[in-house]
Every structure is written in structure tokens, then in C-alpha cells.
């Protein structure tokens, strides 16, 4: 029993650790997804084979996806590690990771490849080579300054901090030129021939074996953003499209299981199905369709089938997109579509929620008696469902909140330190908190916004933010359980509300029952 329990931790605590990494890695693509969006529009109107070709503005093209871009995600990796210090090393110390690079390559097409009789080999874009500089030579900068902070003489901190930052750009610019951008070279040359092997012996729809499941368990991030994207974006500049960015942002595996809940299924998850649906195929937010997965998990069967026959769709209609969509909403896939690919596309997405809701209401349909069994019991599956969502991803799931978004209080007020109960000052600033900071947070917080703005409550702001950018100055933070410690330690001094149930939506009235008291006592108070 002792080994089972051990090596069940040692599982869990490596699906954390994982799920950690990928969120680190969404951390540094996410807040520059604008970016790559404006170089996807950019390419579809003014390359020579887009909608209006412009040769004048197509030498923006080259600089943005091989310079700027990888400069954006160097620079806010390093921003998370060491705020605005980290960021302006680490940006130009991946400039030597990115001249490294190009170095290599054309000292090895000048030796090498008109001697073979080949075609050269092209400059390899620095995604992951970003995503390693950056908060590498950030964390060496804080460690640095670490070493002599309070040691300084007075008058000369700006002299230090000056010429330290620019003495460790500079070297760790060095270091990536030399040491870093050879292996960077090695791993996308290694990973990017295994793609393509894939893609040429068909095999590539078996990918979705590993990346259903792995969307369901938030495992997916390390391998969308730290692959898929890195990789999409060099095919998309030579290609003018990838397919490997619809492996993961296919709407259409989760919104035939939605419509499968739709029809078929029982109780609170056939009443939620249909808002939910809207907002993962239409908002983009794929999570909330995972709770109902969990529920029955041979329902990854399911989606699994839904992706390969969505990635099958359209390597054979040649389709892909130009640039990372994000979120996965129809919107966005249709959005930076190629110009010769919406008919592979649309069919992908449509073939695949069609496989996706008649292999989810067959399974569905097998398992209705008991469902329904269950329910007369008063079992709440979706709820646990939900729960073990919210377990699995380490994070709050408030993009539940479309359905319903967000619930805290009663028992979670009793069981969290700093709840409503030990509140004695005014509430004046709510915050949303979660890794990303992004999505489903903001959904979370537009609900409860409104619920204060009815209630009448004044000078109360609510917003969404990702846990490592909480700050002091905050009254109420909202978390889920799982993070609840941690955005307590960043946070002592405010009342923390864990969410244990993003399904109950009338629990949003008791937080709002709860700033109304806690800003009414601490007006008495005051007075």
C-alpha cells in the first residue's frame, strides 16, 4: 500500500511538474500571440502569392518571424523570471542565440552543401532558442544581483546596475552564439525530420493519440507551444501554411462531444452542454468540455477519433493555417486559414465533431441506464467531474464559468484562512487569479463583475491576472483550491476565497453578499 500511495505521488507530482513547464512555456507565447497573428495577416495579403502581393511591404515578412518575434517571447520569458531587468537581458541575449545560429547554418551551407550538389539549408527560426535564453540569462541576472544587494555604496547603484546588466546580456549573448544556438540548430533539425516523417508515411494523425488525452490532463501545453508552434511557424514562412497548427486548436473534437451531452446525455451535464458548446466552439476556451470527458473517460476514445480524422482531413486536402490560432475558436482557425485551404479546414473541423458526437453518443447511449440511475441517486457526476478537472490542470477552471463561471464561498469560505469570516476591512479590489492570467480568468471575472455592477455596489474593481503577477495591494483574490497557497504567499495580507465548483453559478451572489458586508461593516467602521 506504502509503494502504491508513493508511486501514485511520484506520478502526480511529475504530471504537476509538467503541467508547470507548459504553463511556464504558454506564459512566454500567449501575451505575443498578437504578434504572431499581425505577421499572419501580413503574410496572406502581401506575399507574393497572398490576397493584394506588395513587394515593398513584404521585406517586413523575413525581420518579424526571424528577428522580432522570438525577440517579443525572449523578452517576456525573462519578464517572469526578473520583471523588466530580465527582460532586457534576456532579449539581447538571445540576439547572439539567433546570429549564432544563422552563423552555423552559413558556414555549413558554404562548405558543405555546393560541393553535394543541394539545395542550402534555410535559417532556423529561434522559437526555442527564445524560450531557453530568455529566462535563462534572466535568472543569472537576478542571481547576480542577488550576490551584491545592500552592498553598494550610496550614489553609485545606478553605475552597477547599469554596466552588471549590460556586462551579462553581453556574455550570455556570447554564450548563446557559441554554446546554445549548435544544440537549438540540433533539436529542431532532430524534431523537425521526425515530423516530417509523420507527415510523409501519413502517420501524423496518430498525434492525436498523445494530444487528446494530453488536452484533457493540461499536459499540452509543453508540447503545443514548445514543438508544434516553434515548428508550425519555420513551415508556415517556407510554406506559407502548417498543418501542426490545427493538431491541438481543432474546435471540432470537443464540440461533437458537447453536442453528444446534448442529446444524449442526462441531468446538470445535458442542461450545460449547449452554453458550453458555444463557448469552447466559438470562444475558443477548450476546458470546458473537459469535465464532461472526465466523466466518462472512455469518452477520450471520442475525441481521439475526432482529432486523426480532423488531421487526416486535412493532410489530404494539403490545408493548414499561416499562423498559431489561439484560442482554438473557429473564429481564429478561420481567421489565419491559407488562402488555399478554408475547404480542408472547414471540412476538418466538421468530419471531425461529426466522428467526435457519433462515437460520443454511442458511448453515451451504452452507459444511459446507469447514468440515469445515477442521477435519480443525486450523484453529481459533473460536479466531481469538475473537480477532477480542476485537480488535473493545477489551476482554476473558471472558463467553466460561460456555463456558469465561478463559485466561492460557503464551504470553501470555512475552510480557507482569510475568508469572508475574518474580513474587517472594505473590499475595494478583486482579483481573479490563475497561471495564464488569461481566457477562462477573464471570463470568471466578467461574470462577477456584472453581478456587482447589479447589485449596486460601487468602487469595487474586478479583474483577472495570472498568479505570478498578483500584487500586495489586493483586497479578495479568488483561486482554485489547488492554488489557493500559492497566491496566499504572494498575497498575505488579502482574503482568499478557493473555488471548489465552477458549475454553481448562484454562488457568485454569496461573494457579492460578501463585499456588500465587508465594505458596509468597514464604512461603519470607518465612521
Excluded at 92 to 97: C, P, S
Excluded at 380 to 394: R, S, Y
Amino acid at each position: 500500500m506504502t509503494t502504491t500511495t508513493a508511486a501514485t505521488a511520484s506520478g502526480s507530482g511529475a504530471r504537476v511538474r509538467v503541467q508547470r513547464f507548459g504553463t511556464f512555456l504558454s506564459g512566454m507565447i500567449m501575451p505575443n500571440i498578437p504578434a504572431l497573428i499581425a505577421w499572419g495577416i501580413l503574410t496572406a495579403f502581401v506575399i507574393d502569392v497572398g490576397w493584394t502581393p506588395n513587394a515593398a511591404l513584404a521585406t517586413i515578412v523575413g525581420p518579424a518571424i526571424h528577428y522580432l518575434l522570438p525577440l517579443l517571447i525572449a523578452g517576456q520569458g525573462g519578464r517572469m523570471v526578473y520583471e523588466t531587468r530580465g527582460a532586457v537581458v534576456g532579449a539581447f541575449a538571445t540576439l547572439g542565440v539567433i546570429a549564432g545560429s544563422d552563423w552555423l547554418i552559413d558556414q555549413f551551407n558554404a562548405a558543405n552543401r555546393p560541393a553535394e550538389g543541394q539545395g542550402e539549408l534555410g535559417y532556423v527560426h529561434m522559437f526555442i532558442g527564445a524560450m531557453i535564453m530568455g529566462p535563462l540569462a534572466a535568472w543569472v541576472m537576478k542571481k547576480l544581483d542577488a550576490l551584491w544587494d545592500g552592498k553598494i555604496k550610496a550614489g553609485f547603484e545606478m553605475l552597477v546596475n547599469m554596466f552588471s546588466a549590460g556586462i551579462v546580456a553581453f556574455a550570455m549573448g556570447v554564450a548563446g552564439f557559441y554554446l546554445l544556438a549548435p544544440v537549438v540548430n540540433w533539436i529542431m533539425d532532430v524534431v523537425g525530420g521526425a515530423v516530417g516523417w509523420l507527415v510523409e508515411t501519413g502517420l501524423l494523425p496518430l498525434a492525436s493519440i498523445l494530444i487528446e488525452p494530453a488536452k484533457v490532463f493540461f499536459l499540452n501545453n509543453a508540447i503545443n507551444h514548445g514543438v508544434l508552434t516553434p515548428l508550425g511557424i519555420a513551415e508556415s514562412d517556407a510554406a506559407g501554411k502548417s498543418i501542426l497548427f490545427l493538431l491541438e486548436a481543432n474546435p471540432g473534437p470537443g464540440l461533437g462531444v458537447l453536442l453528444a451531452f446534448t442529446f444524449f446525455g442526462v441531468g446538470a451535464a445535458r442542461a450545460t452542454a449547449p452554453g458550453a458548446a458555444v463557448i469552447q466552439f466559438l470562444g475558443g476556451i477548450h476546458e470546458v468540455y473537459f469535465p464532461y470527458v472526465l466523466m466518462k473517460p472512455a469518452l477520450l476514445l471520442a475525441v481521439v477519433a475526432g482529432g486523426m480524422t480532423g488531421v487526416a482531413t486535412n493532410m489530404v486536402f494539403g490545408a493548414g493555417l499561416r499562423a498559431p490560432a489561439a484560442p482554438g475558436s473557429i473564429i481564429a482557425v478561420l481567421a489565419q486559414t491559407a488562402n488555399d485551404s478554408f475547404l480542408g479546414v472547414i471540412l476538418s473541423v466538421v468530419l471531425s465533431a461529426a466522428v467526435s458526437f457519433a462515437v460520443g453518443a454511442l458511448i453515451l447511449r451504452l452507459g444511459r441506464k446507469r447514468d440515469l440511475e445515477r442521477e435519480a441517486a443525486g450523484d453529481d457526476a459533473l460536479g466531481a467531474a469538475v473537480a477532477q478537472t480542476q485537480a488535473n490542470k493545477g489551476k482554476s477552471s473558471e472558463a467553466l464559468a460561460g456555463l456558469a463561471a465561478a463559485g466561492a464561498a460557503g464551504a470553501s469560505t470555512s475552510a480557507t484562512p482569510g475568508s469572508t469570516a475574518l474580513t474587517a476591512e472594505p473590499i475595494r479590489s478583486i482579483v481573479f487569479a490563475c497561471d495564464a492570467g488569461m481566457g477562462s480568468s477573464a471570463m470568471g471575472a466578467s461574470v462577477l463583475r456584472n453581478k456587482i455592477k447589479k447589485a449596486g455596489i460601487e468602487g469595487v474593481e474586478v479583474k483577472n491576472v495570472a498568479i505570478a503577477a498578483l500584487e500586495t495591494d489586493v483586497d479578495l483574490v479568488i483561486t482554485q483550491q489547488e492554488l489557493t497557497e500559492r497566491a496566499r504567499q504572494r498575497t498575505p495580507g488579502a482574503t482568499h476565497v478557493s473555488v471548489d465548483n465552477f458549475m454553481n453559478s448562484p454562488k457568485y451572489d454569496e461573494v457579492v453578499e460578501m463585499v456588500q458586508r465587508a465594505n458596509r461593516d468597514g464604512s461603519d467602521t470607518t465612521a
